[in-house]
């Protein structure tokens, strides 16, 4: 199974930017790539994903505008370019997979914090 490992969270003040990297061990380009957030004492929700072959991409609603998700076949790479972030950003931070005819997404990566401090 292909590994995936984010990197690239940390703590910013309200306004900031950070840019979220998820390099997998393997290719990427038949896959969905997606990611998500826990904030603290609340469920895993989806944040935005981008689509297999070629670069559609969805957004949740608190997002758009802000964050943009991208990926670079070459480098079996997906980033997530934050902006303008706001204390209800801070969470962690999780990239995923999905196979090809599955609803849901089913390899996860360990997670990156993201802290923004007010």
């Known amino acids: 199974q292909v590994q995936l490992e984010e990197s690239g969270g940390g703590l910013v003040q309200a306004g900031g930017s950070l840019r979220l990297s998820c390099a997998a061990s393997?290719?990427?380009?038949?896959?969905?790539m997606g990611w998500f957030r826990q904030a603290p004492g609340k469920e895993r929700t989806f944040v935005a994903e981008?689509?297999?072959?070629?670069?559609?991409?969805s957004y949740t609603d608190s997002v758009k505008g802000r964050f943009t998700i991208s990926r670079d076949n070459a480098k079996n790479t997906v980033y997530l370019q934050m902006n303008s972030l706001t204390p209800e950003d801070t969470a962690v931070y999780y990239c995923?997979?999905?196979?090809?005819?599955?609803?849901?997404?089913?390899?996860w990566g360990q997670g990156t914090q993201v802290t923004v401090s007010s």
């Open positions: 995923a997979q999905r196979r090809a005819g599955l609803r849901d997404y089913d390899n």
């Open positions: 393997g290719s990427t380009f038949r896959y969905d």
């Open positions: 981008i689509r297999r072959y070629g670069s559609a991409t």
